[in-house]
Structure formats: C-alpha cells, structure tokens
C-alpha cells in the first residue's frame, strides 16, 4: 500500500477534531492490518491530545515518532535554519514587526477616535494575540506535504517493511498537538516517566523535502547513543547524511520532550546561508520525495538491528 498517497489523498489535513477523528480510525486500521497493536491514548491537560501508541513501548528498545496534527496556513513564506536559529529569527521577525506595527497603529487610531488613552493597552493586546492565534489556530493549511504528512507516512513505511523477528525491538507513536508546542508529546512524557530511559527515540519531523539529512543528536546523550545513530545513518544515493547535536542545532518538535534519548531526523536543502527547510506552514508545502521515506526507512531499520 502507499501510505504517502493515502495520506495525501484522504487525510491531509488533521487539524479539527473530526479530522484527526478519521486519520486516527484509518491509522489504527493499517496498524492492525499489519499485526501490530494499537490504541488511541488521550491526555488531558492545557488541551485535549490523542496519541496513537503502536506495539509495546515499555518493552521496545528503539521509539519511532511524527506528529500527525497539521498546522494553520501562515499569510508568509516560512523558512527555519536549524543550524542558525538567529537566521530563523531574523526571517520570521518581518512578519512580528507587522503585527506589531498593525495593532501599535490600531490602538492609536482608537486613543483619537475615543478620547481615552486607557484603550491603548487593551486595542494593542487584542489585535496582537489574536494574531499569534490565528498563526496557531486559524484556518488548516490545505498542504502539509514535508510538514508533516512526510514523517507520518515513513512511519507506517517502518512498520511495513520492518521483519518480524524485529517487531518486539520497535514501537511506534503519532503525537498529537506538536503544531500548539508540542503539547501530544510533553502530555506523553509526563504520563509516562521513565519510560524511555535507556530506549532510543527518533523523531521524524519535515523528512519529505531536501537530500541533506540532519541527524540530531540529543544535548545529553551518551556515547553509545551517538555512536548508533552515526552508524545507522549514513550517506547513500544521493541523500547526505550531517550527524549533529541539539547543543548546535536547533530542531524544535517533539523529540524535546525527551531530553536524555530524543534524537530527531529533517531534510534540509542547502545554500550560501546553509541547511534550511522552505515552504512549511504555507499553501506551498507539497513536496513529499518519496525517496527520501524509502532512505528513511532503511536506516530506521537499520537502527533497530544494531540495538
């Protein structure tokens, strides 16, 4: 089965309740299919998070992730540079500049409309976070290719092509909520500690665009940790592999919630500023190379053979 073209086809956006209603119904379906068990666990905090959790995680000795929300549409290209988060700042601050300049010149216009100088304060809060809320929640991004209909899908591709005297190895979890701050995730985390001491975690976040694969590295990993995910991933066919830390490399998704053993996974496309990821967040997020899964996948099971 294609996963990818399932997904692209049917469940590409999952941001409502009823969107993520009918993946996670799909997704426990193709699971079963395949032999795995799999079981939709909510947590209940901030916001209401629904992570599918696939096979036996407190027996597994390696975790693949994704998250499987999709995002609102942003009214401006995004781009991130994951080995220079003052560039990704800098990129990102026009768009902060203009909410800003918008609710500074709303709230004056009401200061002479009004007589009231008290309004100020209340105009300029209002139009500033509502904007930050549509930015978070407004209308669903109809396009989320590489962000992350890509990392959900390699992780059914694992699943599929993984042996079977490897299965009790590895387990699988779709996060909910990453897009909010990685809300499915920490939710996971705090229901479960301990849990993943000891284990590997490989999140798989935006790997459908670019040849360069970063491979990060957790600030407090081990040796040994690092030593399998250099070993597991390496360059082949065209993809390039740039093994990384999180001490240089900022990669913000669901692999943070997991300080000690979180390692995260990300194509990047490369040029004179260096690796960065386009188009995420906007109606131009379509690119999905399914070769990339294809090299994905293949060292993730090369990664569960070496555990």
Same mark, same amino acid.
């Given at each position: 089965?294609?996963?990818?073209?399932?997904?692209?086809?049917?469940?590409?956006?999952?941001?409502?309740?009823?969107?993520?209603?009918?993946?996670?119904?799909?997704?426990?379906?193709?699971?079963?299919?395949?032999?795995?068990?799999?079981?939709?666990?909510?947590?209940?905090?901030?916001?209401?998070?629904?992570?599918?959790? =696939?096979?036996?995680?407190?027996?597994?000795?390696?975790?693949?992730?994704?998250? +499987?929300?999709?995002?609102?549409?942003?009214?401006?290209?995004?781009?991130?540079?994951?080995?220079?988060?003052?560039?990704?700042?800098?990129?990102?601050?026009?768009?902060?500049?203009?909410?800003?300049? =918008?609710?500074?010149?709303?709230?004056?216009?009401?200061?002479?409309?009004?007589?009231?100088?008290?309004?100020?304060?209340?105009?300029?809060?209002?139009?500033?976070?509502?904007?930050?809320?549509?930015?978070?929640?407004?209308?669903?991004?109809?396009?989320?290719?590489?962000?992350?209909?890509?990392?959900?899908?390699?992780?059914?591709?694992?699943?599929?092509?993984?042996?079977?005297?490897?299965?009790?190895?590895?387990?699988?979890?779709?996060?909910?909520?990453?897009?909010?701050?990685?809300?499915?995730?920490?939710?996971?985390?705090?229901?479960?500690?301990?849990?993943?001491?000891?284990?590997?975690?490989?999140?798989?976040?935006?790997?459908?665009?670019?040849?360069?694969?970063?491979?990060?590295?957790?600030?407090?990993?081990?040796?040994?940790?690092?030593?399998?995910?250099?070993?597991?991933?390496?360059?082949?066919?065209?993809?390039?592999?740039?093994?990384?830390?999180?001490?240089?490399?900022?990669?913000?998704?669901?692999?943070?919630?997991?300080?000690?053993?979180?390692?995260?996974?990300?194509?990047?496309?490369?040029?004179?500023?260096? +690796?960065?990821?386009?188009?995420?967040?906007?109606?131009?997020?379509?690119?999905?190379?399914?070769?990339?899964?294809?090299?994905?996948?293949?060292?993730?099971?090369?990664?569960?053979?070496?555990?």
């Amino acid at each position: 089965m294609n996963f990818l073209q399932e997904l692209l086809e049917k469940y590409q956006v999952r941001k409502t309740k009823a969107q993520k209603d009918s993946f996670l119904s799909w997704a426990q379906e193709q699971c079963e299919n395949m032999g795995y068990a799999a079981r939709v666990e909510e947590n209940k905090g901030s916001k209401l998070c629904r992570n599918l959790v =696939v096979g036996n995680v407190e027996n597994a000795q390696v975790v693949f992730t994704a998250h +499987y929300d999709t995002c609102a549409k942003m009214p401006v290209p995004n781009l991130v540079f994951p080995k220079n988060f003052l560039l990704t700042l800098l990129v990102q601050m026009p768009l902060v500049l203009v909410m800003l300049a =918008v609710s500074m010149g709303a709230a004056l216009l009401a200061v002479e409309l009004t007589g009231d100088e008290n309004v100020y304060s209340l105009v300029f809060l209002v139009l500033y976070f509502g904007f930050m809320f549509l930015i978070l929640y407004g209308p669903a991004n109809p396009h989320t290719a590489n962000d992350n209909t890509s990392g959900t899908a390699a992780l059914f591709e694992i699943m599929a092509a993984l042996p079977e005297n490897l299965r009790s190895k590895a387990a699988f979890i779709f996060f909910d909520n990453e897009e909010g701050g990685k809300i499915g995730s920490k939710a996971y985390a705090k229901a479960h500690k301990g849990q993943m001491d000891g284990k590997i975690l490989l999140n798989l976040d935006c790997i459908g665009d670019g040849e360069h694969f970063l491979i990060v590295a957790p600030k407090k990993a081990d040796e040994h940790l690092i030593s399998l995910l250099q070993q597991a991933f390496q360059s082949r066919d065209g993809k390039i592999a740039i093994q990384c830390s999180a001490k240089n490399t900022h990669y913000n998704s669901d692999q943070l919630s997991f300080p000690k053993v979180g390692a995260a996974v990300a194509a990047c496309h490369k040029n004179k500023l260096g +690796y960065f990821i386009p188009r995420i967040h906007t109606t131009r997020d379509i690119i999905c190379d399914e070769s990339n899964l294809a090299y994905v996948c293949v060292h993730a099971i090369k990664l569960v053979e070496m555990v």
